[in-house]
Nanobody, 115 residues
């Protein structure tokens, strides 16, 4: 069973930065992709950023130029660097990994951006 543990969430003022970490229980290169999703109250969960095993990345339009996803296989960890945070970025952020049809989720970490 794969375990994903997120950390790094918290309260930050608008314009500030946070770095989220997702520690996996095995090599991140063993997955086809890893991603960060988020869910704000009353809204559906949305994909924020994704990185493939080949290193390709994709971002939802609302975070392009502000967020960066990266991976460190030596630490089995994927990061989400979030800069220029806005109140609308407030949500629970979830780490996700997929290998073919099997996908796994972390427990989530709260990010709150105050105006």
């Amino acid at each position: 069973q794969v375990q994903l543990v997120e950390s790094g969430g918290g309260l930050v003022q608008a314009g500030g930065s946070l770095r989220l970490s997702c520690a996996a229980s095995r090599s991140i290169f063993s997955f086809n992709s890893m991603a960060w999703h988020r869910q704000a109250p009353g809204k559906p969960r949305e994909l924020v950023a994704l990185i493939t095993s080949g290193g390709s990345t994709n971002y939802v339009d609302s975070v392009k130029g502000r967020f960066t996803i990266s991976g460190d296989n030596a630490k089995n960890t994927v990061y989400l660097q979030m800069n220029s945070l806005k109140p609308e970025d407030t949500a629970v952020y979830y780490c996700n990994s997929c290998q073919f049809s099997s996908c796994y989720w972390g427990q989530g970490t709260q990010v709150t951006v105050s105006s």
